[in-house]
């Protein structure tokens, strides 16, 4: 992701469409990210239904539809969408796959959901936007459902992806969400050790 540019206004649509056209996609492990396979491994989390906001083209949609998620992946630029729906056809795998802004999600989506993952896409959206994801993150979860995120301590100004450190998440999720984990995973990708927390969090 270029830190140089927007620096103040962050990312809209077209910036992140850019980068699918210009096949520029930094952030993108080209893998489930590794925190994740441990928390499935470990029965952090169970099957049911779950959302993947920002999925970019979505390697953690597949991991759980390959895994028995009633699975949804949702992102705003048309390229990571084509990504995922491309995926899922090669793969012959159900999963849906959404068009869709997150923070436009209609009232048909509240409690819907078990479970949202996510990564790289707190960190994506302007911090300005930080109370509009928690207020449509805690609509859409079912009571008692889990958010499981990795969320980006850059330790840098700018973005994306901006800073984001654990009092941030404290500050922001506390009154809706017990904090089970914020911790940094040792089992991050190289690149992004040391600088990933992992949260798991619980709707109240
Ligand atoms: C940094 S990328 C991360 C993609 C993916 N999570 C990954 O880690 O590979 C951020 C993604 O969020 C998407 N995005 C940003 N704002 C969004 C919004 N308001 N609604 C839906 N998608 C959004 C962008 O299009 C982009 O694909």
């Known amino acids: 992701m ?12 077209n910036d992140w469409q850019n980068h699918y056209d210009n096949d520029d996609l930094q952030w993108d492990l080209g893998q489930v990210a590794p925190p994740f396979i441990r928390l499935w491994e470990e029965n952090k989390f169970f099957r049911g239904k779950a959302i993947i906001p920002g999925c970019g083209q979505g390697h953690e949609v597949v991991f759980l539809a390959e895994n028995g998620f009633q699975v949804t992946g949702l992102d705003y630029a048309p390229g990571a969408v084509s990504l995922l729906q ?6 012959s795998l159900q999963a849906q796959v959404l068009h869709q802004d997150f923070f436009q ?31 449509t993150v805690t609509r859409i979860l079912k009571k008692d459902g889990l958010l499981a995120a990795l969320f980006y301590e850059t330790g840098e100004k700018g973005g994306p992806p901006f800073n984001t450190t654990p009092s941030d998440i404290l500050d922001h999720f506390s009154d809706d969400f017990h904090i089970e984990t914020l911790e940094k995973t040792p089992h991050s990708v190289e690149k992004r050790k040391d600088k990933e927390l992992l949260g798991l969090l619980r709707k109240k």
Do not use: W
């Not at 270029?2 to 649509?13: C, I, L, M, P, V």
């Not at 491309?86 to 793969?91: P, Q």
């Open 105 to 135: 999600l209609d009232d048909t989506h509240n409690a819907q959901y078990d479970l949202m993952l996510e990564q790289a896409f707190f960190c994506a959206i302007h911090p300005s936007r930080r109370p509009a994801y928690v207020e």
């Open 2 to 13: 270029d830190t140089t540019s927007d620096k103040n206004e962050g990312y809209a649509r």
């Open 86 to 91: 491309s995926a899922i056809k090669e793969k």
